[in-house]
């Protein structure tokens, strides 16, 4: 069986702001203001940045008064370390195959 790894998701956390985002969300829900306070970023790049983040499932916004609160949906990572842990179990067997076929 042929892994895959989402390749778009890969990019979209490959972009150091965003996954500096990733990680804050990780620890708690946080709106704008605070992931401007805590990254350093200008509001409209930081915006942008949870944009692509939003469009690509990474978070999800809930709306509290005039504050727009940011989660982060642990399964949309979870999916993607899977991904990566099959490959990792696939190039085990692979490597142990190797050695096996190279040693008879």
């Known amino acids: 069986m042929l892994t895959s790894v989402d390749t778009d998701l890969l990019r979209v956390l490959a972009d150091p702001l965003r996954l500096r985002i990733v990680t804050l969300l990780a620890h708690e829900t946080l709106c704008t203001t605070h992931l401007v306070e805590e990254t350093g970023a200008r509001q409209t790049n930081?915006?942008?940045?949870?944009k692509v983040l939003r469009e690509a499932g990474v978070v999800e916004t809930e709306p509290c008064g005039r504050w727009t609160y940011y989660r982060l949906r642990p399964e949309v990572?979870?999916?993607?370390?899977?991904?990566?842990?099959?490959?990792?179990?696939?190039?085990?067997?692979?490597?142990?195959?190797?050695?096996?076929?190279?040693?008879?």
């Open 46 to 50: 930081l915006s942008n940045h949870l």
């Open 77 to 104: 990572l979870a999916a993607l370390a899977g991904g990566f842990a099959e490959l990792a179990e696939t190039a085990r067997a692979t490597a142990a195959n190797d050695v096996k076929r190279a040693c008879t």
